[in-house]
């Protein structure tokens, strides 16, 4: 298929929820980096899982139970193709992005770290990639050093890379794509410069594995964590990465049924990975939905689809730069698929309850990076996030809306 021959308009109308008005409005949905919406394949590939083959895995022998884990399987191996990992068994189901890396700060973490150690993260992690840091910080004396973000840009200060990748970091944690700010940051290079210091790597990639390619080879990191919910699967259900013979080395997360081989009243030996790390019933219709939606975003082509949302953010980006007084955050050039923005004298929360008085849909608020808007001194910004269902036209039509704002609040 040539980029040509993909019709943007018919991959929209696989999504039923983005046919409807809001406030007398059609609806424009712009909080893509929140979530994003589910296309008819995934909705349909849970309701058949529910209407037809709900079990529990991995302990019937039944035939629903065992197509429910047939189903189960057959999502992570679909998975471990999507990031390019060399086998399903480094794919450890989680609840999202979030639990991912929970997951590697109370194993890997809480045991491996001690005073003296240092954790490098940058200033632009979401506090799912800091708090759970700062929570083994304080148990284990490992100290928290951030590579710094070069002003309203966010772009990562490289030269302080040599400064403060020293033998001291033993894990260097770091988002693809920054929520917040659009940045793309240079995960492999940062990967190949922290395994040559001997540390591990984890690469946040929420905003990225549904926007463009992920492989984790050749990034090269130890650890990759990702939501469903952002790549136009069902919530609750998301992918973490383990290199295997990391993966093997590392105690429980959780300890319950599932992930067992043998359990006496003192004492239990434990499955290998990755079922060493799914305690209890998993979310077994999220992976399902999950593999589906896999399917869909590979059947557009994750290359097309992060040029798709290049566009519009840069085609955005360059309307509210001519907006006189607008402030404009994260980088001038190289830009993922979303804008953030503070107009003069309107808070970014006025923004967004006045936009979806309109039927547009954006964010406002800290995005979950309070640390990095606090360096950039505001409290706030309004955000536009885009996916491959978003049009130039509904661009357009966000750019009347925030007209009509900056009239109405005397701008
Ligand atoms: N990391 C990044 C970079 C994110 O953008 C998010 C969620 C997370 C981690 C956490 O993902 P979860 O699925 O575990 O919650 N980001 C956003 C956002 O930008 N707006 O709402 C949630």
Known sequence: ?????????????????????????????????????KPRAVIEALTGYYQRDNANVHRGIHELSNRATAGFEAARRRAARFINAVSPEEIVFTRGTTEGINLVAQTWGMHQLKAGDQILLTEMEHHSNLVPWQLVSERTGAELVYLPVTGDEALLDLEAVDRLLTDRVRLLSLVHISNSMGT???????????????????VDAAQSA????????????????????KIC????????????????RLPPYQGGGEMILSVG?????????????????????????LHAAMDYLDGIGRE?????????ARYAYAGLAEMPGVRLFGPKQERAGLVSFLLPDVHAHDVVTVADQYGIALRGGHHCTQPLMRKLGVESTARASFYFYNTRAEVDRFFEVIRKIQKFFGG
């Open 1 to 37: 298929m040539t980029d040509s021959a993909i019709d943007w308009a018919t991959l929209r109308a696989d999504f039923p929820i983005l046919d409807q008005q809001v406030h007398g409005h059609p609806l424009v949905y712009f909080d893509n980096a929140a979530t994003s919406q």
């Open 304 to 312: 097309r689809i992060f040029q798709h949302d290049q566009d519009l």
């Open 233 to 248: 699967g069902p919530t609750g259900v998301g992918v973490l990465y383990g290199r295997r013979g990391l993966l093997e």
């Open 210 to 229: 549904g926007h463009c390619a992920v492989d984790v080879q050749s990034i090269g990191c130890d650890f990759l964590a990702l939501s469903g919910h």
């Open 265 to 289: 009243y003192q004492q239990t030996t434990f499955k290998p990975p990755p079922h060493r790390f799914e305690a209890g019933t998993p979310d077994i219709s999220g992976a399902i939905g």
């Open 184 to 202: 793309i940051n240079p995960v492999a290079e940062l990967c190949r410069r922290a395994r040559e210091v001997g540390a591990i790597t984890l």
